[in-house]
């Protein structure tokens, strides 16, 4: 028997395991090159085996005018013409904007080091906020505008769609899609500075009934905390300051320089994407960050008491 | 060889006999520290990362005495420790695992290879 805890089952992500059509075409682009550039190998192989130990008839007509003409420009040109061409026509749907009303719409914005994540309606207006983690149905297309307002930071989620940069003062669109429910973690994929390797993050995917039903619950914040401990940890939270960088819907809490809490309790993760969300992880983060993930932009908290972590923890459990 | 040594010459005996662990499997205690997330307070000596700074660092754990200061560092009571630490010494800052008591077993027994001599 395992106890809970597989919040980070999916961790490392598989890179050639498309789990939907977005992912499938690269994929399939991806076998083709590799298989591609093998046979190139083979060719310049065979040849240089011939240049060196063949036998002089051969070895005149590999040096000959018409060799070069055929295997050295006419064969890569086009080669290479036709799979940029059809490599373009596999992969244009990647970024090609979806049939009005047929997509889910959804915002992410690469931050130094997580994910802001917001679920758009189809004005494109924001519906719910969230951070470092993406709920999507089986079986649609989501159109994701990717923004940043740092420095370029890359969205990856393999087993659903290819690679596309966060560019500050540009919005790009990927698409991504999964064809059966299940967790899929997804990683930045640009150097963006210090604890750039440890910026990850989760999608996952659900049979369309179920997250409908996980969207009407989300409509409303969680209810505020009644036990004595979460109460006591929702007052430490405020005073000690953690709202200035964290929101919190229906609190005081509204800093925006951290990732949303609203939801943190219903997470797999923390510190995006890199530890299992329980008690344990959380009161470690809290009191010291720093220690687990060098350079991140949260203070340690090394005043609080063993007791007032827990509290604060346990808060932030129930919000969910 | 140089267990058998120890044997023989009487002075010490090896890890295994100062902690029996029966059954308990350190290296899937390894497994379930790095899968759990302890070091998100603790630093592991082979554990590269993380490396927590909430709770001690235990690079020398099986050397140890005593737990958390305050109870014998014997196997039984690691093994609940590590499962629910303020059950074992009240007041703990170390919360609640969420692990069941065959991986706490395990867990302990990987801790006693941590700086034994
Ligand atoms: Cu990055």
Redesign the interface.
Do not use: K, N
């Given at each position: 028997m395992t106890v809970a805890v597989e919040g980070l089952s999916g961790w490392p992500p598989p890179v050639l395991d498309p789990a939907g059509p977005y992912a499938g075409s690269v994929t399939a682009l991806t076998w083709v090159l590799i298989g591609m550039a093998v046979a190139v190998l083979l060719i310049v192989l065979a040849a240089l085996y011939i240049a060196l130990f063949g036998k002089g008839e051969l070895r005149r007509r590999l040096g000959g005018e018409k060799v070069i003409w055929i295997l050295g420009i006419a064969f890569p040109t086009v080669v290479l013409t036709g799979l940029l061409v059809w490599g373009l026509t596999l992969t244009r749907h990647l970024s090609a904007p979806a049939a009005e009303g047929t997509a889910l719409k959804m915002r992410v914005s690469g931050e130094m080091w997580w994910w802001r994540v917001d679920y758009l309606d189809e004005a494109g207006s924001t519906l719910m906020a969230d951070a470092n983690e993406l709920h999507i149905p089986v079986g649609r297309t989501v159109e994701i505008e990717l923004v940043s307002p740092d420095v370029v930071h890359s969205f990856w989620v393999p087993q659903l769609s290819g690679k596309l940069d966060m560019v500050p003062g540009r919005r790009n669109l990927i698409r991504i899609q999964a064809d059966r429910p299940g967790t899929y973690a997804g990683q930045c994929a640009e150097y963006c500075g210090g604890p750039h390797a440890l910026m990850g993050f989760m999608v996952i995917a659900h049979e369309p009934a179920e997250w409908a039903r996980w969207l009407a619950r989300r409509r409303a914040p969680p209810a505020a905390p009644t036990d004595a401990q979460a109460q006591r940890g929702g007052q430490l939270f405020l005073a000690a300051g953690c709202g200035a960088c964290h929101r919190i819907a229906g609190t005081p809490a509204n800093g925006l320089a951290g990732p949303d809490l609203t939801y943190v309790g219903a997470r797999r993760t923390l510190g995006a994407g890199i530890l299992p969300n329980h008690r344990g992880t959380m009161m470690g983060w809290i009191g010291d960050s720093q220690a687990i993930k060098p350079g991140n932009r949260m203070p340690p908290y090394r005043v609080l008491s063993a007791e007032q972590l827990e509290a604060i923890a346990v808060y932030l459990e129930g919000r969910r | 060889m140089p267990a058998t040594l120890l044997l023989l010459a009487a002075c010490k005996p090896p890890p295994e006999g100062r902690h029996p662990m029966a059954g308990a499997d350190a290296a899937a205690g390894r497994a379930v520290v790095e899968?759990?997330?302890?070091?998100?307070?603790h630093a592991f000596p082979d554990i590269a990362w993380?490396?927590?700074?909430?709770?001690p660092d235990l690079s020398r754990f099986a050397s140890q005495t005593m737990i958390a200061g305050r109870v014998p560092n014997r196997p039984d009571l690691l093994a609940a420790f590590v499962r629910n630490a303020p059950a074992v010494v009240p007041g703990?800052?170390?919360?609640?695992?969420?692990?069941?008591e065959?991986?706490a077993r395990d867990v302990a027994a990987y801790l006693y290879t941590l700086g034994a001599e």
């Open positions: - | 899968r759990v997330g302890c070091g998100s307070c993380p490396r927590g700074a909430v709770g703990s800052a170390m919360p609640a695992m969420p692990i069941d065959a991986e």
